[in-house]
């Protein structure tokens, strides 16, 4: 498999997990301390050796892509109060990535937003990260390690974690067939299904890395009841027809489209904050929470 440079980010939806403030702010704005959450997700893609992504918007989110545009208002205040270290701190990603981005005029699901990337993408084998999660491990990106999973299967590969049965449903969850080590292959894919028919608790946790064949299965789902095309659909699809592997990464996950997961990310960053750890652990421990 040729090597993989292009990344999807699909920031379209709707957020309403986090009602009300994302009536006018995306929720891919939404900050874990200082940054947003989409900005860890296109540093993932960048330690990963993605040079080129494009970020799936739609009506009200044009904020996502002011956030990684130049201000040089900001600029030229910092330049002018001697802080020209900070100008490199708002522009971390100049010369480094590529980022376009794409418009969703309807919300039709995550599968009609990796389509319209389909140009984009140019034949390749591509990664897709959803900015709802992302993944502690500087060291050891999730995205790098589903590339490497991608050129030792020469398949798609779909990041997984093996949740409690209460949160697998809420998400994508295997139909697994043979087991070695942290790879999985399987045989299909279930959204959200109901908790009495879990085939598994083997959890898509929104990173891919998929071959350009995913367009071919795209074209053939159908809507789900409320009208949504699915991503894991296609992928449930193609599984049928040819090897696709579950690769369970090393990480620690944070859900950030839940309240619950969007605090824990926000503690467990200070904790790790090197002028803010101290504090915070200090914090904690004295219970005035």
Same mark, same amino acid.
């Not at 090393?250 to 002028?275: H, P, Q, V």
């Given at each position: ?7 999807? /980010?699909? $920031? #379209? ?9 994302? &009536?006018? @702010? !995306?929720? *891919? ?117 589903? /590339?490497? $999973? #991608? ?9 997984? &974690?093996? @949740? !409690?049965? *209460? ?123």
């Amino acid at each position: 498999m040729k090597s993989i440079s292009k990344a999807i /980010i699909p $920031a #379209a939806g709707y957020g309403t997990r986090h009602l009300p403030i994302t &009536k006018a @702010l !995306p929720k *891919e704005l939404l900050p874990i301390l200082d940054r947003p959450s989409v900005d860890y997700v296109v540093e993932e893609c960048v330690l990963s050796g993605i040079t080129d992504i494009c970020i799936v918007l739609s009506r009200g989110k044009c904020g996502v892509a002011d956030y990684f545009d130049r201000n040089p208002e900001v600029e030229n205040v910092l330049a002018k109060s001697g802080r020209r270290d900070m100008i490199d701190k708002i522009n971390p990603y100049l010369g480094k990535v590529n980022i376009t981005y794409i418009r969703q005029p309807e919300m039709k699901g995550t599968a009609c937003a990796v389509a319209l990337c389909k140009e984009f993408t140019a034949g390749e084998a591509f990664a897709v990260l959803f900015p709802d999660d992302v993944v502690y491990n500087p060291d050891n990106p999730a995205t790098a390690q589903l /590339i490497k $999973a #991608a050129a030792t299967t020469g398949s798609s590969i779909v990041g997984v &974690k093996d @949740l !409690p049965e *209460e949160e697998a449903v809420k998400y994508g969850v295997m139909i697994p067939a043979e087991t070695k080590g942290r790879y999985v292959r399987i045989t299909g894919f279930l959204e959200k299904p109901d908790i009495k028919n879990l085939p598994s608790t083997i959890t898509s946790v929104g990173r891919f890395v998929l071959t350009p064949d995913i367009f071919y299965y795209i074209d053939r789902i159908k809507p789900a009841a409320n009208g949504e095309m699915y991503l894991s659909d296609a992928i449930d699809m193609m599984a049928k027809d040819m090897n696709v592997y579950a690769y369970d990464f090393e990480g620690t996950r944070y859900d950030m489209g839940s309240k619950e997961g969007f605090i824990k990310a926000n503690i467990d960053f200070a904790l790790r904050d090197k002028e803010l750890g101290a504090k915070i652990s200090e914090y904690l421990r004295s219970g005035k929470g």
